[in-house]
């Protein structure tokens, strides 16, 4: 009688295990940046197959999407974007999408209201780049997970495991970006790019930022717009401005002459990642190595120290605090 029950127990954990075929069902993702896509990426696992539209160095409030990516995007099961028009010229395109039924997801949905920083740019808009706070950018991920596990029920499971070990990492990313940029001396936390990419990152992580372009590429910037950075540069003493992978470094270089020519030596301390990660493969191909990558060398660049290994071998600095 005992054996018949295992015998049965066992036929019935065989016939409800889900075949090899079922546990990869192979959603098909499009999203838009790199960064939305390394998210889902890391949520969805083996489940599903995700192809990002903007590469390495696309600035995505400028992107003009191809025919083929517009094939792409209506192919696709499901959508996830970055959102608070971040991608500006593909309304169409999700306009033609949900018209046939298919889901635009927005990762930033689950912002906080009250980090939200107000944009000029696009009134009644919010500055679009969350992803530089990290703790912001995690509100993502049970966006994703939702998203995913309604598309996909079966792999509910799989995808809150995945999240959950997701939202651990990034914890302990976020730690590294506060213990990094807290040992900069703080006259010097001031961060200077060629756009308002940085908003979110320096309200998290206590940095002033001045971009030479606004929170869009869209508007160029003025020789008045120069002229009031290398005031400013010259007043604070500012030793090191940043270039931005995405964007040209033409108005940067502008600062440095500008500054130069007024007497205060300003360097390049370095490109960052603003809107777009580093080569596919790469660590900087990540969202952790991209963040990784830019408090390193603003950290770097404006006297502070960045402990040996970096994120990935300084799990005990993280936790300890600078000395
Ligand atoms: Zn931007």
């Not at 992803?131 to 912001?136: A, K, S, Y």
């Not at 160029?220 to 992978?245: C, H, P, Q, T, Y």
Request: negative net charge; hydrophobic residues 40%.
């Amino acid at each position: 009688m005992l054996r018949i029950l295992l015998i049965s127990i066992s036929v019935l954990v065989f016939l409800t295990r889900p075949s090899i075929a079922e546990s990869k069902p192979s959603l098909k993702i499009v999203t838009t940046t790199g960064m939305v896509k390394d998210m889902v990426r890391n949520i969805g696992g083996e489940r599903i197959t995700v192809d990002a539209i903007m590469n390495e160095g696309v600035d995505p409030h400028l992107y003009q999407p191809t025919s083929a990516d517009v094939r792409k995007v209506l192919a696709a099961d499901l959508i996830f974007a970055s959102g608070m028009n971040l991608e500006g010229r593909m309304t169409d395109v999700f306009e033609r999408s949900q018209s046939m039924g298919k889901k635009v997801v927005l990762v930033t949905d689950r912002v906080d209201d009250e980090v939200l920083i107000e944009s000029a740019d696009y009134p009644g808009q919010p500055d679009p780049h969350v992803w530089h706070d990290v703790v912001q950018w995690s509100t993502g991920i049970p966006v994703v997970v939702d998203a995913l596990s309604k598309a996909d029920p079966e792999g509910a499971e799989i995808y809150e495991a995945n999240a959950a070990m997701y939202v651990d990492r990034l914890n302990g990313l976020n730690g590294y970006v506060t213990w990094v940029m807290s040992t900069i001396p703080k006259s010097q936390r001031v961060l200077i790019t060629a756009h308002d990419a940085f908003g979110y990152f320096g309200q998290a992580y206590g940095v002033q930022v001045r971009g030479v372009q606004g929170i869009t590429t869209e508007s160029e910037a003025g020789i008045s717009d120069i002229n009031a950075l290398v005031d400013f540069i010259v007043e604070n003493k500012i030793s090191a401005v940043f270039i931005e992978s995405s964007v040209s470094d033409r108005n940067v270089q502008a600062l440095v002459e500008g500054a130069r020519n007024r007497g205060q030596e300003v360097v390049v301390g370095g490109t960052l990642y603003s809107d777009s990660m580093g080569a596919p493969g790469s660590w900087e191909g990540t969202y952790e190595g991209m963040i990784e990558h830019n408090v390193n060398v603003m950290s770097t660049a404006l006297g502070g120290s960045v402990p040996k290994g970096g994120y990935r071998g300084a799990a005990s600095l993280v936790t300890e605090g600078p000395s």
